[in-house]
T-cell receptor, first 112, second 113 residues
């Protein structure tokens, strides 16, 4: 157990809809990163939040957005869902953006 | 650009034997590397890490070797057990470029009884 929890675990959305995924970081961890993992591939960095500010972003379009709250929990929002957005979305937390990131179990998103 | 890849997509190992998982990286600026284990339906689990100023690091039944000359990373698992069956990812980080981890495509390890 890493102490990182994500919800929901599975969900199905229709193309064009919007989705919000949630993450509670490990106690005391103030840095949260989000990754997208397509089936059979390694995770791809979406963005990172540190003390409620985005401080790094991967090669994802603006319809991928996020928030971090004062308790360091985080949300990933995806607008105008596309079929290719179907993937496992992983949240990882660390302390002060430190080296070791602890991942949650992920949220499986299927877009139909 | 940054890229991290693995030489072998699937590795079959007899229970009790040692496993070696290889990984190549292309960015000489990478200064930190991590191995993660991912079991089916679960998130990646941290195994071991190594900084670029080291060439070897040992953990419990695992050893990571880093060869910066050829940009190669390996994970050795001693006395492989059925519970070691999973997909293994190496990841790199370039501290100067921010906090993102760049993952390779993964190697599946199958432990045969």
């Amino acid at each position: 157990e890493t102490g990182v929890t994500q919800s929901p675990t599975h969900l199905i959305k229709t193309r064009g809809q919007q989705v919000t995924l949630r993450c509670s970081s490990q106690s005391g961890h103030n840095t949260v990163s989000w990754y997208q993992q397509a089936l059979g591939q390694g995770p791809q960095f979406i963005f990172q939040y540190y003390r409620e500010e985005e401080n790094g972003r991967g090669n994802f379009p603006p319809r991928f957005s996020g928030l971090q709250f004062p308790n360091y929990s985080s949300e990933l929002n995806v607008n105008a869902l596309e079929l290719d957005d179907s993937a496992l979305y992983l949240c990882a937390s660390s302390l002060n953006g430190g080296q070791v990131y602890y991942f949650g179990e992920g949220s499986w998103l299927t877009v139909v | 650009g940054e890229s991290v890849g693995l030489h072998l997509p699937t590795l079959s190992v007899q229970e009790g034997d040692n496993s070696i998982i290889n990984c190549a990286y292309s960015n000489s600026a990478s200064d930190y590397f991590i191995w993660y284990k991912q079991e089916s339906g679960k998130g990646p689990q941290f195994i071991i890490d190594i900084r670029s100023n080291m060439d070897k690091r040992q953990g419990q039944r695992v050893t990571v070797l880093l060869n910066k000359t050829v940009k190669h990373l390996s994970l050795q698992i001693a006395a492989t057990q059925p519970g070691d069956s999973a997909v293994y990812f190496c990841a790199e980080r370039v501290t100067a470029a921010g906090n993102k981890l760049t993952f390779g495509g993964g190697t599946r390890v199958l432990v045969k009884p």
